[in-house]
């Protein structure tokens, strides 16, 4: 069983900046860093999309919308994936979720992601 738990998320204003966590707790070490990890949103109306995602090696890979304001990157040590995000754009609005990429079976309670003025 495997709980991932994001946090991080609010009401920012357009332009501004976020830093999203996403903390494997329950899962050992050895076994985190082996995990390729990925960064998820839905916004209202939409379907869930994939944002970012980074390997067990550091690789990443980021959709087009996001690729230059935000970052995904790992701390191995606090089992943790972060996601950051800067220029923040309305149409970035949306719940973020944290996953081992490629697994869909099971999601967490996300965090929301507001842009507005």
């Known amino acids: 069983q495997v709980q991932l738990v994001e946090s991080g998320g609010g009401l920012v204003p357009p332009g501004g900046s976020l830093r999203l966590s996403c903390v494997a707790s329950r899962m050992i070490f050895s076994t985190f860093i082996t995990k390729h990890m990925a960064w998820y949103r839905q916004a209202p109306g939409k379907q869930r999309e994939l944002v970012a995602s980074?390997?067990?090696?550091?690789?990443?890979d980021y959709v087009d919308s996001v690729r230059g304001r935000f970052t995904i990157s790992r701390h191995n040590s606090k089992k943790t994936v972060y996601l950051q995000m800067n220029s923040l754009k309305p149409e970035d609005t949306a719940v973020y979720y944290c996953?081992?990429?490629?697994?869909?079976?099971?999601w967490g309670q996300g965090t929301q992601v507001t842009v507005s003025s």
């Open positions: 980074i390997t067990g090696g550091g690789s990443t």
């Open positions: 996953n081992i990429y490629g697994s869909t079976d099971f």
